[in-house]
């Protein structure tokens, strides 16, 4: 939950660049309100977007769940907590050193958004607060490294609920810069380009996953524990 949160607020900056154009047809003069309306459209359209993010999220936590069941309860789980870990780290790498070690899951995601963005034409431009949920739903679909690297990690949630759970709170990190888009997303853009702080974040994500890898070692000497006990040396006379 907190390395999705952490990975959505830090990598935001990312979204506005490849987002911006998205945003612009939200914003468009043809969608100009009075600002609250203008504002109620905003969180519309982001909300839709939350929403997708969400199904992502479930489908991915049934894959996990199925991977679980297929492989045994407790080599499922292990799997998709190694596999969390490793995601986790590589996302921390990515905001430490500005790499790119998750954009190979943009591919994932290419069909989908094929098919998804033919939709749009009868949903933009946002005049309606229906059209701008559903326009920030197709929105979600948009191929992207950084939420198919959070999508992976809900894999590992092995529900559909937790999976849920965790792209919400990804949306949420990304969240303050999409929605201030045109606002102020300008002061929120100039402190996440601070490398400062983003070597901070990914320090703390990269700790994050190391600390997932520890219970394989505990679980292991636990294992190992209970064979001991279970069957002690025969003790000579």
Not at 176 to 202: C, D, F, N, V
Request: with cysteine; glycine share 14%.
């Amino acid at each position: 939950m907190a390395t999705a949160v952490l990975a959505g607020f830090f990598g935001s900056s990312h979204c506005l660049g490849m987002c911006g154009a998205i945003v612009v047809l939200f914003e468009g003069p043809a969608t100009s309100l009075p600002v609250p309306g203008a504002w109620l459209r905003r969180f519309l359209y982001n909300l839709g977007r939350g929403l997708f993010y969400a199904v992502l999220g479930g489908i991915a936590g049934v894959g996990g769940a199925v991977l679980t069941k297929v492989a045994g309860i407790e080599t499922g789980l292990m799997l998709l907590r190694f596999l969390a870990a490793i995601l986790v780290i590589a996302i921390g790498l990515n905001l430490l050193f500005d790499w790119q070690l998750t954009r190979f899951l943009e591919s994932a995601g290419a069909g989908l958004w094929q098919k998804v963005s033919r939709l749009a034409k009868h949903i933009l431009p946002a005049t309606t607060p229906m059209r701008a949920l559903a326009g920030g739903f197709v929105w979600g679909a948009l191929p992207c490294g950084l939420v198919y690297s959070a999508v992976a990690i809900a894999a590992t949630s092995g529900s559909a609920s937790h999976g849920a759970v965790i792209m919400l709170a990804f949306w949420s990190g990304t969240l303050p810069a999409l929605l201030l888009a045109g606002t102020s997303a300008g002061l929120l853009g100039r402190l996440r380009r601070r490398k400062i702080l983003r070597q901070a974040a990914g320090i703390i994500v990269i700790l994050i996953g190391l600390a997932a890898m520890m219970p394989f070692g505990s679980h292991r000497g636990a294992h190992e524990h209970h064979a001991a006990t279970a069957f002690p040396p025969t003790m000579e006379a």
